[in-house]
């Protein structure tokens, strides 16, 4: 059984950094493409950033340069460091296994950017 489970969410000021952590169980994690989407009250859900298998990366304009997704294999662990947050990244962010068009989700983590 897929199981992917987040962690780090939390309150954090304009300007702070926060790291999310989504630990794997029950794939083979390095042959998977692992994303982290994110989805703000009355929005559709987005795309944040992705890692593929081999380890290409990519960001949505909104958050390039400020967050970095990276991924452990041997952990069955990826990461996205959070920098320079803003309000507008306030969200439930989600983890996302894909391989082939078969996605598994995490129950999201809730991050919220206020002073």
């Known amino acids: 059984q897929v199981q992917l489970v987040e962690s780090g969410g939390g309150l954090v000021q304009p300007g702070g950094s926060l790291r999310l952590s989504c630990a794997a169980s029950?794939?083979?994690?390095?042959?998977?493409?692992m994303n982290w989407f994110r989805q703000a009250p009355g929005k559709q859900r987005e795309l944040v950033a992705g890692i593929s298998s081999g380890g290409s990366t990519s960001y949505a304009d909104s958050v390039k340069g400020r967050f970095t997704i990276s991924r452990v294999n041997p952990k069955n662990t990826v990461y996205l460091q959070m920098d320079s947050l803003k309000p507008e990244d306030t969200a439930v962010y989600y983890c996302?296994?894909?391989?082939?068009?078969?996605?598994?989700w995490g129950q999201g983590t809730q991050v919220t950017v206020s002073s």
């Open positions: 029950g794939i083979s994690f390095s042959i998977y493409a």
């Open positions: 996302n296994a894909n391989r082939w068009g078969n996605s598994a």
